[in-house]
């Protein structure tokens, strides 16, 4: 059983940056993609990046391409997501999660995944 714990969102001006973490506990990161995903008031909860087990594959929506960088570390069990030139339409809840037993590749599926974190707060507003 995989524990995901996500960290760093903010209140950040548009045009600014942060860089979210997800932690994972309970086991190694072998064989295991990690995605990130968004969902703000009113909207499904939408898939934004996922990379996969070995860290050389990545998928990114369109709307955060060239913007966002998805990062592992497998050595800490921790999946960075770096956000760039942030816009409003950014502002969402943030959630970290383990896709198990995934030898290749990854997915942004939000069915795919097993193991979800509690979700962390983006607001990008002036």
């Known amino acids: 059983q995989l524990h995901v714990v996500e960290s760093g969102g903010d209140l950040v001006q548009p045009g600014g940056s942060l860089r979210l973490s997800c932690v994972v506990s309970?086991?190694?990161?072998?064989?295991?993609?990690i995605g990130w995903f968004r969902q703000a008031p009113g909207k499904e909860r939408e898939g934004v990046s996922c990379?996969?087990?070995?860290?050389?594959?990545?998928r990114y929506a369109d709307s955060v391409k060239g913007r966002f960088a998805i990062s592992r570390d497998n050595a800490k069990n921790t999946v960075y997501l770096q956000m760039n030139s942030l816009k409003p339409e950014d502002t969402a809840v943030y959630y970290c999660?383990?896709?198990?037993?995934?030898?290749?590749?990854?997915?942004?599926?939000?069915?795919?995944?097993?193991?979800w974190g509690q979700g962390t707060q983006v607001t990008v507003s002036s």
């Open positions: 999660a383990a896709d198990i037993g995934v030898i290749n590749g990854c997915v942004t599926f939000v069915f795919e995944y097993d193991y």
């Open positions: 990379l996969s087990s070995s860290g050389d594959s990545a």
């Open positions: 309970g086991g190694t990161l072998q064989n295991v993609a």
